[in-house]
């Protein structure tokens, strides 16, 4: 498949190499002060932008030729999302000296906020924004080539490639890791927490696993089509990743999630420079090299159809032959490429994984000879979203901006599809898998409908008012900026006004009756006035005849409007799987027999978990480390073996 972005791009730069030829000028140098030739009048802007948690201010550094340096001097945005993508667009605008970079899934006020600010500081040094918006990035090296040779090449540098990489330097061998953007830890960066079975650290705590039993429900709970030897290997193994990792010193927390062996990450703002620091202990150690910015674009295959490296290409344009014995594969999918998650699973919702996965890694493999799994196309749908929010963030506090989201996580409120039709227990909501996966077999978004009596109940009391069971299981880095706030009891102020903004913002519907509401947003009116009706039979009674929902969140909605219908929409954190591997992660042709030197791990390889879609907790961190920790050594060790 195709990037069309790609595309554009390639076609954006023969244009310009066209117009070096007849105007002997440089791409991205556009001529500022023509009586000096120089682009940019040198010297430090101090500039602003409004962000998502207030402004953020830079001191943008020009030479005469270039953007030099972007020091972030303030910003409030919400920690592990809005500072990371901050920092990520800074890497990619000084990298690329270009303004056409990408904005960051779930953090785009932030990431454009800091577009606008570098666009404002590149207009008072005189410099050109549209040529720099226009031609994508710098390739001054476009045509150079350069040759390294490694025993292990890894592909991608989120938590899979890194534990890869480390592991296989640790096993002896000479290891180069290549990274798309200037970001080492990929997804890893912005989670929460991995499931590690059987911990040291949850053992001492005196909670243990059954790990037999949990086998056998997991591959049960997948309808058995699911590959039991890996999943077996997964369930055994990841207690060692724990030790692994904090003997490397990247200290994660137990806890004991309702049952569950969780293990919290380390503080947002130490963990790329740990994984930094353990790549140069280990990786950079042995003689082996961690390139960034750098994009794995084609595999070498030799006339046996082995892999034996890959090719490369820097943000400079310079093309990288690596050859190697081993390549492991650690893209982390192509949730970020629409048309590809529609066309495998039929998705049309949200991508809030990675804005740069978008199936190279896939791509490439299949063009070696890799298998397309049966079960391909499954995702990790994972949490609900109110549309509304970020649009609410320019306007109001995190804690009212996040309303609809809140109201989205409580199990208290009629959902209906986009037809107006019920479709589900709305208990559902309490389990983040079971919440995304329900809604999206319905559709890619549905709406969660609330009445005057139950918004006025919020604006007295909070959420004790509604009958809140809990407090909505929002992720931490959804409340960490109104954590304070964030209680049972604490009354939702201005519920009316938030609400009301964000109908006009476009992001739900209002109606004075049930029926004006149904029209508003689009629905069947006479499918909802029936859902309605035997809804509030069901709040009447106490029994919910249709999908058997507790009657302690059949909280009343009372007579009158307004109503109000919050678009709730699925948050996809990655693709899963793609690559067939066996137990020692090396990938499989379409005989189930391994090819010579491709491995993948990760994302890449995550499918053989999963039946047809992720339904873990903390899977996904604890596959990321387990698989590349264990993926790493097989492949370093196999050629040890050579
Ligand atoms: C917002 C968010 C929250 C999450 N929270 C949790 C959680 O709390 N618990 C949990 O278990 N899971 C969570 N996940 C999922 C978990 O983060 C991922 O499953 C895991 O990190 C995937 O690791 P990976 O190494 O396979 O892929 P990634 O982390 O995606 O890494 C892939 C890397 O490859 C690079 N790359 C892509 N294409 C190329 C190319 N052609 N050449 C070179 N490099 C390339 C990318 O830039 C990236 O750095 C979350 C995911 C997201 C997005």
């Known amino acids: 498949m195709k990037n069309s972005q790609n595309i554009n791009k390639g076609i954006v730069f023969l244009l310009c190499m066209l117009l070096v030829v007849s105007m002997v000028s440089g791409c991205t140098q556009q001529t500022a002060n023509s009586a000096d030739e120089s682009t940019y009048i040198a010297g430090s802007y101090t500039v602003e932008a409004e962000g998502n948690g ?42 690329g000296q270009t303004l056409d970079v990408d904005t960051v899934s779930g953090a785009t006020n932030s990431s454009k906020a800091i577009i606008t600010a570098v666009e404002d500081a590149v207009k008072q040094a005189g410099g050109d924004v549209e040529v720099l918006k226009n031609n994508g990035t710098k390739k001054e090296n476009e045509g150079k080539v350069v040759r390294l040779q490694a025993d292990v090449v890894v592909v991608g540098a989120g938590a899979s490639g890194v534990s890869a990489a480390i592991a ?35 053992i001492e705590s005196g909670l243990v696993v059954d790990e037999e039993k949990t086998i056998d429900d997991w591959i049960v709970n997948n309808h058995w089509r699911v590959d039991a030897a890996a999943i077996r290997q997964y369930v055994t193994k990841s207690g060692d990743t724990y030790d692994w990792l904090k003997e490397k010193g990247y200290n994660t927390t137990y806890m004991n999630f309702g049952g569950e062996q969780l293990h919290v990450l380390p503080p947002y703002e130490n963990r790329e420079e740990t994984l930094k620091r353990m790549l140069a202990e280990s990786v950079e150690n042995q003689g082996g090299q961690v390139i960034t910015n750098t994009t794995g674009k084609k595999l070498i295959v030799n006339e046996d159809g082995d892999v034996i490296g890959v090719v490369a290409e820097k943000i400079d344009g310079t093309t990288l032959e690596i050859t190697a014995q081993n390549v492991i594969m650690a893209t982390g999918g192509y949730a970020a490429n629409k048309e590809m998650v529609k066309e495998a699973f039929g998705f049309e919702g949200v991508n809030g994984g990675l804005g740069q996965n978008i199936g190279e890694g896939l791509e490439m493999s299949w063009e070696a000879g890799a298998k397309v799994p049966d079960n391909f196309g499954g995702q990790m749908l994972h949490q609900t979203l109110a549309r509304a929010t970020s649009d609410l963030k320019s306007n109001y506090e995190s804690f009212k901006a996040s309303y609809p989201l809140m109201l989205s996580y409580l199990p208290n409120f009629m959902n209906v599809g986009t037809s107006g039709a019920r479709f589900r227990d709305e208990a559902a909501t309490l389990t983040a898998v079971a919440a995304a996966n329900t809604s999206a077999f319905n559709g890619p978004y549905h709406y969660v409908v609330v009445s005057k009596s139950q918004i006025d109940s919020l604006i007295a009391e909070g959420m004790i008012g509604v009958n809140a069971p809990g407090l909505p299981g929002l992720p931490p880095e959804f409340y960490a900026d109104f954590q304070d706030q964030f209680t049972l009891d604490n009354p ?7 609400l009301d903004s964000m109908v006009e913002n476009g992001d739900g519907y209002k109606g004075d009756t049930i029926e004006e509401l149904a029209k508003n947003a689009g629905m069947d009116v ?8 035997n809804y509030k039979n069901a709040i009447n009674t106490g029994v919910d005849t249709e999908f058997g929902k507790n009657k302690e969140y059949l909280t009343p909605m009372g007579e009158n409007g307004p109503y109000y219908a919050i678009i709730a929409e699925i948050n996809n954190l990655g693709s899963v799987g793609g690559l067939l591997v066996n137990k020692k992660f090396q990938v499989l042709n379409n005989n189930r027999i391994p090819i010579n030197g491709l491995y993948a791990v990760g994302l890449e390889s995550e499918g053989v978990l999963f039946n047809d879609t992720y339904v873990g907790n903390g899977v996904g961190i604890g596959y990321a480390f387990t ?3 264990l993926g790493g050594q097989y492949a370093a060790k196999e050629i040890l073996k050579k």
């Open 54 to 95: 207030g402004p953020i201010k830079l001191e943008v550094k020009f030479s005469e030729d270039e953007i030099i340096d972007i020091k972030i001097l303030s910003q409030a945005e919400t920690t592990g999302l809005g500072d990371n993508a901050l920092n990520s667009i800074k890497s990619q605008i000084l990298d």
């Open 168 to 202: 296989a330097a640790d096993e002896g061998a000479k290891v180069i890791i290549i990274e798309k953007t200037g970001v080492i830890g990929g997804a890893s960066n912005l989670s929460w927490a991995g499931k590690f079975f059987n911990s040291s650290a949850a």
């Open 492 to 498: 939702w102020k201005d519920a009316y006004k938030v």
């Open 526 to 533: 006479e499918v909802f006035k029936e859902t309605y009706n």
């Open 627 to 629: 698989s590349g920790r």
